[in-house]
């Protein structure tokens, strides 16, 4: 049972309680998974450290084609980011399903990501992009790819007592459009079946590929790229049947599980439709850079 809520104001005077506190405490952002957890009886702390009083941790940064996004930030406010909407349509097509616009005000973009649910709508666009994540611990600061986190459902390679800090999204290659689609069973707040980003670069004919990058989730115990078929669009003219030869290949490497959201066959069907058509989106919006 909760005890005490904790309110520091520095990631250190945080990261000393939690040193001091151990096991009994957990970190708490917005709150939105883990108050959820604690009513269910999952988790039992003793005591909340809340770091929503830690300045810094919700800056929306872009700079020199960078952008960088602090783990505080709430769904909602990089819903109405003019810089997200304009240079990153992927992350408005992931939070702006997310929840209700009640839930997006108080949801934070990190907590997204820690609770490491398989289902997390932002984890899937993040690591399509390439992003990098920074964190704060007791044994110092460290940055790594967004995707060597993930280990199973529930569970990332954090260390005890470390804080997610901000993500780190790299300048994109010219020429490129990336989209997101999370599929469900219906168009109201559910946990999708399935989601799946595509990002693609095309040299300056518009027409080959010089990068590709596709993030699947919900598939598998975590996020995945098809790395596979990514190779297949790599270096090659873009076309409707490459597309769909990209898709049977994700269907086939995507590790899809029976699970009470669907049936394995039934994701793999749809794996395959969804790299055709959020191919053509990404295609679409790197157009709009001509």
């Not at 104001?9 to 952002?29: M, N, P």
């Not at 689609?181 to 980003?197: D, F, I, N, S, T």
């Amino acid at each position: 049972m909760v005890q005490e809520y904790l309110r520091p104001r520095s990631t250190e005077e945080a990261i000393s309680l939690y040193k001091r506190l151990g096991e009994k405490a957990r970190y708490i952002a917005g709150g939105t998974d883990l108050m959820v957890k604690i009513m269910d009886r999952q988790l039992n702390p003793e005591y909340l450290i809340s770091l929503k009083g830690i300045s810094g941790l919700d800056q929306i940064e872009y700079e020199n084609g960078e952008l960088r996004i602090g783990a505080l930030t709430t769904h909602r406010k990089l819903e109405l980011s003019p810089v997200i909407r304009r240079h990153f349509p992927i992350l408005i097509d992931a939070v702006e399903n997310i929840g209700s616009v009640q839930v997006r005000n108080i949801a934070t973009i990190g907590g997204n990501i820690v609770n490491a649910a398989p289902s997390a709508d932002g984890a899937i666009p993040l690591i399509t992009l390439g992003a990098l994540i920074h964190t704060v611990g007791p044994k110092g600061e460290r940055t790594m790819p967004l995707e060597d986190i993930f280990i199973g459902p529930g569970q990332t390679s954090l260390e005890q007592g470390e804080i997610l800090i901000e993500f780190r999204i790299p300048k994109l290659l010219p020429n490129t459009g990336a989209a997101y689609c999370k599929h469900m069973r219906r168009a109201a707040m559910e946990l999708p079946l399935l989601g799946v980003a595509v990002l693609i670069s095309f040299e300056d004919d518009f027409a080959t590929c010089k990068d590709a990058r596709i993030g699947l989730g919900v598939l598998a115990p975590t996020p995945i790229r098809a790395k596979n078929a990514e190779q297949v669009l790599k270096g090659k003219r873009v076309t409707d049947d490459l597309l769909k030869h990209a898709g049977e290949v994700a269907a086939r490497e995507c590790k899809a599980r029976d699970s009470f959201r669907g049936e394995a066959w039934y994701r793999r069907v749809v794996v395959e439709v969804l790299i055709q058509r959020v191919g053509k989106i990404s295609i679409e919006r790197a157009e709009q850079f001509l």
